[in-house]
């Protein structure tokens, strides 16, 4: 069991490439999270997904795209990255119950660098 | 809106001193929240939640719906406490504070 993973775990980007951080998760769960974890700002929220085929924007959605085509997947995009995005992200997921109740599992984070 | 504020960045403390890490909500509706940490090169993971009341190595916390807090308290840090520790607001997202560094030193 594998939990959640993400891939890759490092890259390096150029001002204005553009890349796609997979998140994948085998626990048949409901939600799925995108945060990214800044010195001093903590975990803040991207976008996340409440099930297949659904997103909705958090905190920081600008700059950043994402797809929920399998259950098991979502995908984070950068269309043309810049320095600002230089971040550790994390990808959660969990299953689908009271808020309250279901705690987030989450990946190991990818760090990613924009020169 | 929905706010999860934790007003320290650092906390340091000596072995076996008592512990309190802040945290203050925003939100209209009735909270729920947890405490997540991380230990050093590891995921975060689930400490406590408000709605089961636990307390999970030694740390408890209260809701304290007046004040809108959700303070976390140890009686004796221990130094392997040492981590990140965030307080988190659940609704349909699921919104952290900035976090709080403990730094417990023998």
């Known amino acids: 069991n594998a939990g959640v993973t993400q891939t890759p775990k490092f890259r390096v980007l150029k001002t204005g490439q553009s890349m796609t951080l997979l998140c994948a998760q085998d626990m048949n769960h409901e939600y799925m999270y995108w945060y990214r974890q800044d010195p001093g700002m903590g975990l803040r929220l991207i976008h996340y997904s409440v099930g297949e085929g659904t997103t909705a924007k958090g905190e920081v959605p600008d700059g950043y795209n994402v797809s929920r085509l399998k259950k098991q997947n979502f995908l984070l995009g950068l269309e043309s990255a810049a320095p600002s995005q230089t971040s550790v992200y994390f990808c959660?997921?969990?299953?689908?119950?009271?808020?309250?109740?279901?705690?987030?599992?989450f990946g190991s984070g990818t760090q990613l660098s924009v020169l | 809106a929905q706010r999860v504020t934790q007003p320290e960045k650092l906390l340091s403390v000596f072995k076996g001193a008592p512990v309190e890490l802040k945290c203050n909500y925003s939100?209209?509706?009735?909270?729920?929240l947890f405490w997540y940490v991380q230990y050093s090169r590891q995921r975060l993971q689930l400490l406590l939640r408000h709605i089961s009341r636990e307390s999970i190595k030694g740390f408890t916390a209260d809701l304290n719906k007046g004040e809108t807090s959700f303070h976390l308290k140890k009686p004796f840090a221990q130094e392997e406490d040492s981590a990140m520790y965030y307080c988190?607001?659940?609704?349909?997202?699921?919104?952290f504070g900035t976090g709080t560094r403990l730094q417990v030193f023998p």
């Open positions: 939100y209209s509706g009735s909270p729920e």
């Open positions: 988190a607001l659940d609704t349909d997202k699921l919104i």
């Open positions: 959660a997921s969990r299953p689908m119950g009271g808020y309250g109740n279901e705690k987030l599992f």
